[in-house]
Every structure is written in C-alpha cells, then in structure tokens.
C-alpha cells in the first residue's frame, strides 16, 4: 500500500495556484451555488461545473474533501483485499480527478487510467493538475454522458464519487450496472447524508446482484442491519481547511470532518473486517463504547474494559470506521 501523505501535499501545492486572479467573492459564490446543486437533486440535462472559474473553484474548495473520503474508502477496500493492485483504473463522472489521485494516493506505480466526465472544463482543468504527479500524466481525460448510454472499457478498478447524486434514477442504476459489467472491483462513494447512503445502498444492492462480493465496509454481503428511515452508515474523514474553506464557512478551526458512505466490493474473493465501527468510540473511565455492524448482520454495543487487557489499548486507539479487532 501506498504512503497517501506525499500524494496529498503533491495534490494541495498543485491546488494552492489555481485561485490567483480569480476574486474571492466570485469564487465564495460559485462554490455556494455549486454545493447546493450537489447535495440537491440535479438534472442531467446539464454538466453542474459550467465554466472554468466554477471548476478553479470548486477543485479548490471540494477537490480535498472528495480526495480524502475516496482514500479512506480505498484503504478499506486495500486492506479487505492485500496483494491486490489494480492494473487499470476508470474513474466515471471524474470531474477533476480527485478520485485518481486517491487511487496513486492508495496503490504505488502507474496504471492506465481513465477519467470520463461529461463537463469539457472539469476535464481540462483536471489534465492540468495532473501534471504534478507523474503516476497521472499520462491519464486519459474524456467527454462523456454520465447515464443510460455510458460505455465502459474493461478494467479492474472503477471508482464513481459524488455522482450518483446528480443522476436520475435510471442514469443511477446504468451507471452502476455499466460499472458492475466492466470491473473486477468498484468502488461507490457518496455523501455520508440519508440520501446519500439510500443512494450507496442500491448501488450496493445492484453490485451485490452482479455478482461483487462486499469488501468495505460491511463484514458481509447480506442485507444492511439498519432499518430505513431510523438511521444511515457514514464514516467521517478529516480535511485541511484552505483559506478558501474558512471564507466560505466562516470557520476558525484549521480542519473540518467529511462525512461520506461508501461501498467497495470485487468479483474477487476478499477478505472484509471481522467487524466495522460504525460510530465514534465512546472513552468512559476504564472502559470504551464501540458500536459495530458486526457480521451477524446486526449492529451491536460492546463494551471493551480495562480487565480486557490488550483489547482495551486497541480499543482506546480505535477510529470511526476502523476494522474491530485491529488487523
């Protein structure tokens, strides 16, 4: 497995120009608007990102979000299946990349890879960045419908990131199913919100189908323990803040916490966490609360103690989203 902080500091210097000239209002307004088309219903008859000021904007603004929920996601799914690389990668509805720089961020070397998305600005500006990273210079960049007509190449890895959203339903169930037939693994990953994880959920549904075996982060490939409507899976990933970031939030703390749902799964064997932590651990006085999604397939409390020994140093150190026990 890759180190992702080089990758990271790479992507954030090949960011940090891309504002200048550009006036902070304008660039404050295009990310409002275009956070309220993402996290909205958005139709497909029209790329979201029009121009290139609204693109400079948005990848300096949401580009470390989307890289750092993608690389958690990839993680889970690397270490669900170790010694697996992939040999090929197609990114659909890229945009900017940041899905591709997550992957170089997760495997080492260079691979083909593929970035389809419908929106000619996205794309350039995408290619540009690129450049940074020689794992991604060499990367196609190319127009394409992100629906019911997407055709996909084989390859063995798809990633389709914070674009479901923006699909109607039948796009959404093409788009996954065109991803199912071309890949030997996909992963999902959306806004860790209700709609967000309803939307992960078919897709999981409709991988599940296919064929896919669930790696992350489900311990199994059965139905979701959690009763619609009474609660969502979504995991959290910790992103630097930019100046851009507190300007748009009015935010003082120097990082925010991007909470994301994800699935991975692979026509592959693989091996899933024994159990996942599906909430913050809780640190009471000689003992941590852990809520898991267990393979069961129910959620359960547990409650790690000192007199448990070891597990309970494990347990103190454990993360939201983590495997439980530790690998």
């Not at 914070?162 to 030997?184: I, P």
């Not at 799964?265 to 003992?287: D, L, T």
Request: some cysteine; overall charge neutral; glycine content about 8%.
């Amino acid at each position: 497995m890759n180190d992702a902080a080089p990758t990271s500091e790479t992507l954030r210097a090949a960011l940090s120009g891309l504002l200048d000239g550009l006036p902070p209002r304008q660039a404050a307004g295009a990310v409002e608007r275009l956070i309220a088309n993402y996290r909205g219903n958005t139709p497909t008859d029209a790329p979201v990102l029009r121009d290139r000021a609204d693109v400079v904007a948005y990848a300096a603004y949401r580009m470390p979000a989307t890289f750092e929920a993608v690389r958690s996601a990839l993680e889970a799914f690397a270490d669900a299946a170790p010694g697996w690389v992939p040999g090929s990668h197609v990114d659909v509805g890229g945009g900017t990349g940041a899905a591709t720089w997550a992957v170089a961020a997760t495997w080492d070397g260079a691979r083909p890879v593929t970035v389809l998305d419908w929106a000619e600005p996205a794309l350039a500006l995408g290619r540009e960045i690129a450049e940074a990273d020689p794992a991604l210079r060499d990367a196609r960049w190319q127009r394409a419908r992100i629906g019911t007509e997407l055709a996909l190449d084989p390859a063995d890895l798809v990633t389709v990131s914070y674009v479901l959203g923006e699909l109607t339903d039948a796009d959404r169930a093409a788009v996954v199913t065109a991803a199912a037939d071309a890949a030997q693994a996909v992963v999902v990953v959306e806004p860790g919100t209700p709609d967000g994880y309803a939307r992960v959920i078919e897709a999981r549904d409709r991988l599940i189908a296919a064929g896919f075996h669930v790696a992350a982060p489900c311990p199994h490939s059965a139905a979701c323990p959690i009763v619609p409507g009474t609660d969502w899976c979504h995991f959290s990933a910790r992103v630097s803040r930019s100046s851009l970031h507190r300007q748009v939030k009015g935010g003082s703390l120097a990082y925010e916490d991007e909470k994301f749902s994800y699935v991975a799964a692979a026509r592959f064997p693989v091996a899933p966490a024994p159990s996942r932590i599906v909430r913050r651990p809780r640190i009471r006085k000689g003992q941590v609360l852990l809520d898991l999604c267990e393979p069961t397939e129910e959620l359960r409390r547990r409650t790690v103690t000192k007199r448990h020994g070891a597990p309970y140093k494990r347990a103190r150190d454990a993360a939201w989203g983590d495997p439980w026990p530790p690998r």
